[in-house]
Nanobody, 120 residues
Framework: QVQLVESGGGLVQPGGSLRLSCAASGSLFSLDAMAWYRQAPGKERELVAHITIGGRINYAESVKGRFTISRDSAKNTVYLQMNSLKPEDTATYYC??????????????WGQGTQVTVSS
């Protein structure tokens, strides 16, 4: 089993920044990637970014140039730095641990989610 605990969400004004953190524990040896998803009310869950053990990264078009995913392998922690936030970034953000195969991310374990609200 894998446990994922997110932190860092909150309320921020448009144009502001937030950094989300996700601490992973448990049986991580079988996993080779981590990711952030988000889900806004009434919308489907969206893959925001993922990062592999080898450091390969992929972003959704909607966040390219504004969000940065990174990981600290020693701490089993993945981060999502979010800059130039827009009201449409408002969502519950979920940490995920999984696999990448042929360039596609496959989810395996979910965190509980953290709310990000962008509003003036």
């Amino acid at each position: 089993q894998v446990q994922l605990v997110e932190s860092g969400g909150g309320l921020v004004q448009p144009g502001g920044s937030l950094r989300l953190s996700c601490a992973a524990s448990g049986s991580l040896f079988s996993l080779d990637a981590m990711a952030w998803y988000r889900q806004a009310p009434g919308k489907e869950r969206e893959l925001v970014a993922h990062i592999t053990i080898g450091g390969r990264i992929n972003y959704a078009e909607s966040v390219k140039g504004r969000f940065t995913i990174s990981r600290d392998s020693a701490k089993n922690t993945v981060y999502l730095q979010m800059n130039s936030l827009k009201p449409e970034d408002t969502a519950t953000y979920y940490c995920n641990a999984g696999h990448v195969f042929n360039g596609n991310y496959y989810s395996a374990y979910w965190g509980q989610g953290t709310q990000v609200t962008v509003s003036s």
